[in-house]
């Protein structure tokens, strides 16, 4: 069973720093990874997904990496806004069963 | 535009009553999930429908049935509402198969059992 964990579990930092979210997970055997947002009382947002045949995806001031030998991947956030709070999830697919990590919270002070 | 429409967003249900939520996605994708999501447990998965005409169970299936009716609709049924069914559920879609598994995520429907 694909475990996933996401540290920190919230996350705190004034306007403009940059930052990494983490997540590992137990099942290497994935096909890709997302990573997503969620506002509060919102859906889910997809904010890049990695193939398991790449090793990071860029989109912004977003990246995101992959290293399935050691079953992490980690979110980089530059220049973070207050516009960025939220909380994120990853997930690596794996087989049908998709497993979530319960997410970092994220807070931009501004 | 294009995407997973749920419906409804929100139900007040009352203990012992039944009710369906509906999803429907407009992308041709073979797979779709409910999942719910609570505070503190993250999104958990209750079913799963690989393709046209199958179903299987997730983490938490208890107290659920679903129906994938054809390849654009999945509906998930609580036969008897119980207040531990009070959530948000997520309905999703994905193109399994390709090695992409995307997954595209509805708006939510706010559930409350009372």
């Known amino acids: 069973k694909q475990e996933v964990t996401q540290i920190p579990a919230a996350l705190s930092v004034p306007e403009g720093e940059n930052l990494v979210l983490n997540c590992s997970f137990t099942?290497?055997?994935?096909?890709?990874l997302q990573w997503f947002r969620q506002d509060p009382g919102k859906g889910l947002t997809s904010l890049l997904l990695?193939?398991?045949?790449?090793r990071e995806q860029t989109s912004g001031r977003l990246n995101a990496s992959l290293d399935k030998s050691s079953g992490r991947s980690t979110l980089y956030i530059a220049a973070s806004q207050p516009g960025d709070s939220a909380t994120y999830l990853c997930?690596?697919?794996?087989?049908?069963?998709?497993?979530f990590g319960t997410g970092t919270k994220l807070q931009v002070i501004p | 535009n294009a995407g997973v429409t749920q419906t409804p967003k929100f139900q007040v249900l009352k203990t012992g009553q039944s009710m369906t939520l509906q999803c429907a996605q407009d992308?041709?994708?073979?797979?779709m999930y409910w999942y719910r999501q609570d505070p503190g447990m993250g999104l958990r998965l209750i079913y799963y429908?690989?393709?046209?005409?199958?179903?299987d169970k997730g983490e938490v299936p208890n107290g659920y049935n679903v129906s994938r009716l054809n390849k654009r609709e999945f509906s998930l049924r609580l036969e008897s509402a119980a207040p531990s069914q009070t959530s948000v559920y997520f309905c999703?879609?994905?193109?399994?198969?390709?090695?992409?598994?995307?997954?595209?995520f509805g708006a939510g429907s706010r559930l409350t059992v009372l």
């Open positions: 999703a879609s994905s193109e399994a198969g390709s090695g992409a598994n995307v997954l595209t």
């Open positions: 099942d290497s055997a994935i096909y890709n």
């Open positions: 990695i193939q398991s045949s790449q």
């Open positions: 997930a690596p697919p794996g087989n049908q069963k998709v497993t």
């Open positions: 992308m041709n994708h073979n797979s």
């Open positions: 429908s690989a393709s046209e005409g199958t179903t």
